[in-house]
């Protein structure tokens, strides 16, 4: 029951940014990710995150405008990249979504979904939208810390260097 629920969950959720990215995309052209989104999967891993879901970063950066070392920072701080993670307030998953939703890839583009919408009630203010993603209210002391240790990571993985030799 529980399998069918999540399928269920997950093609509710799936099906409609998956259409939207299809009539949005031109179908002719395959997809090819740019030396950046290597760059990014290079400092993913480096930091310990699972290759299988630096794609999963990048394509959620993309459709949701974004940054990946954003992503990254922000998934770092509310799990450890632990796709299991449980909060006390049972949100789930890699960026800790209020939604019964196991799989990572669905996670991180729902958490980036999430995180966009608070960005859009905090006008645009990121720290003010750490602050609410984090579930605290406006300039509340914990909260700004908060904010503080995802933009503190985000500034540092956007000045890493990274060497490669062929993409990921």
Do not use: C, W
């Amino acid at each position: 029951m529980k399998i069918l629920l999540k399928g269920f969950l997950v093609l509710v959720v799936l099906i409609p940014v998956v259409m939207v990215s299809i009539m949005q995309s031109n179908l002719t052209t395959p997809v090819r990710y740019s030396k950046p989104s290597e760059v990014t999967a290079q400092k993913m891993t480096s930091l310990g995150f699972p290759k299988s879901l630096a794609t999963s970063v990048v394509f959620a950066a993309q459709r949701t405008n974004l940054e990946p070392d954003f992503l990254v920072a922000l998934i770092f701080t509310e799990s450890n990249f632990d796709v299991n993670a449980v909060s006390s307030k049972g949100y789930r998953g890699l960026l800790q979504i209020p939604h019964r939703i196991y799989d990572p890839d669905a996670n991180i583009l729902i958490g980036a979904q999430i995180f966009n919408e608070k960005l859009t009630m905090a006008k645009g203010d990121t720290v003010r939208a750490i602050i609410l993603y984090k579930g605290y209210g406006d300039n509340h002391a914990k909260g700004k810390i908060q904010a503080e240790k995802v933009l503190s990571l985000y500034h540092r993985l956007q000045h890493m260097e990274v060497t490669y030799d062929k993409p990921i």
